[in-house]
């Protein structure tokens, strides 16, 4: 079987240094990398869980709470740790980074304290805020040392997604994982701009984002399906065998997403929700004025998979409802 990822068999003979700390093959190690300090004088670490196999391999990161308020891929990065997968790799390196954004985490927030965004500051700077200088950090600290990332989020501000893998089509090796994820749904989506996908790309690194459920709340589906695919990757590398693993054997891939949006204001009641499919012209939601007075049916424009939604119990007119696929194909994997 041609290889997915080429392995330097020297390089990986040789210590993983991240920080001051070694990590030769056949051991692991946490480590805590120094970001900075807040105005309160605590101090920012990003915890990284290093796992190597003796046997050269790829090393694979796996990182949860870019966006501190997004818990699935934070539980899915500590179960999996929880669980020692990665103390059982048949060959290569895992290295887990299971909270990107702990000061999001404890404020329930997507952004650092400052307010910004760490995936719209990559490649970051040391000089810059301290969401640029987290991107920094893991930029050019943890980056250099990998081959392919796996990156946990889910839909923000109410918006739930059902568990689907994001990737670029013109990345053919993260187009590989991202099938091998075997994720419900696996969608192709272009790269924004200053998020850790483009300094990814930039850096030559596949890179899949896994997006599921809806943040702050905890989605047991989600969580699930998020560890199934990430061993379901491992395997396809050569980095796992577990023959207890009940593995998917299907994916539906778009190649197209739209969202329809609210053309009315009041109180939102969806009657579709995401992992439904929909026809064109079917009623999936209305909209409800607070008086009694009037009820406005929102419908399906084309026929596809809604794919995410929107759990706000009250819309302005305008807001994104729902987010469906199109030109979708069944996949078997
Ligand atoms: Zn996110």
Redo the contacts with the bound molecule.
Sequence with gaps: MKELIKVDEKKYAEALVLDNTSILPGQEGTIRLGVGRLPSDNRLYIFAHVYRSLKPGPTVLMIGG??GD?VN?VMITRNMIEEKVFEKLDRGTVISVPLLNVYGFINFS?EVPDGKDI?RSFPGTMAGSLAARVARTLTKKVLPHVDCILDF??G?SSRFNYPQIRYSKKDKIAEQLALAFGAPYTIQKPIIPKSLRKVASDMGLPTIVY?AGE?VRLDGYSIAKGMQGTKQVLQSLGMLNDANLSRSNKTILFSKTGWIRANFSGIFVWSKQSGHKVTKGEPIGQIKDPFGMKTVTVHAVREGYIIGHNNASVVNQGDALFHVGYDYEDIAI
């Design positions: 870019v966006h997004e891929g997507r995936n989020h889910t923000g997006e943040s």
